[in-house]
């Protein structure tokens, strides 16, 4: 069964940090791109950062500098260090896979394009 459990979302001021996790399941994590995006109240779902399983990463011009995605192999986990926070980032955050085609070496920030969904988690930015 296909699982991915984020975890790691809160409240914090403006210019502090919070580290995201997201546990995959093992087939999931080592051959299947993965992302973290969010969702504000009245906006669509954007991609945030992803991950290929040979670790190429994208991120959103709206993050970049500030966001970083990794990945633990050994642990099976996905984490998305956020700094610098800004209002802007209040959103719930998911996670999400997909197994990419294998003449792909970057992984879409499309979330149309993931099939496997974590349950998201709050993170809310205050000024």
């Known amino acids: 069964q296909v699982q991915l459990v984020e975890s790691g979302g809160g409240s914090v001021q403006a210019g502090g940090s919070l580290r995201l996790s997201c546990a995959a399941s093992?087939?999931?994590?080592?051959?299947?791109?993965m992302g973290w995006f969010r969702q504000a109240p009245g906006k669509e779902r954007e991609g945030v950062a992803t991950?290929?399983?040979?670790?190429?990463?994208r991120y959103a011009d709206s993050v970049k500098g500030r966001f970083t995605i990794s990945r633990d192999n050994a642990k099976n986990t996905l984490y998305l260090q956020m700094n610098s926070l800004k209002p802007e980032d209040t959103a719930i955050y998911f996670c999400?896979?997909?197994?990419?085609?294998?003449?792909?070496?970057?992984?879409?920030?499309?979330?149309?394009?993931?099939?496997?969904w974590g349950q998201g988690t709050q993170v809310t930015v205050s000024s």
């Open positions: 093992s087939y999931i994590y080592s051959t299947y791109c």
């Open positions: 991950i290929h399983p040979r670790g190429s990463t």
């Open positions: 999400a896979a997909v197994r990419p085609s294998y003449w792909v070496v970057t992984c879409t920030p499309e979330a149309a394009m993931y099939n496997y």
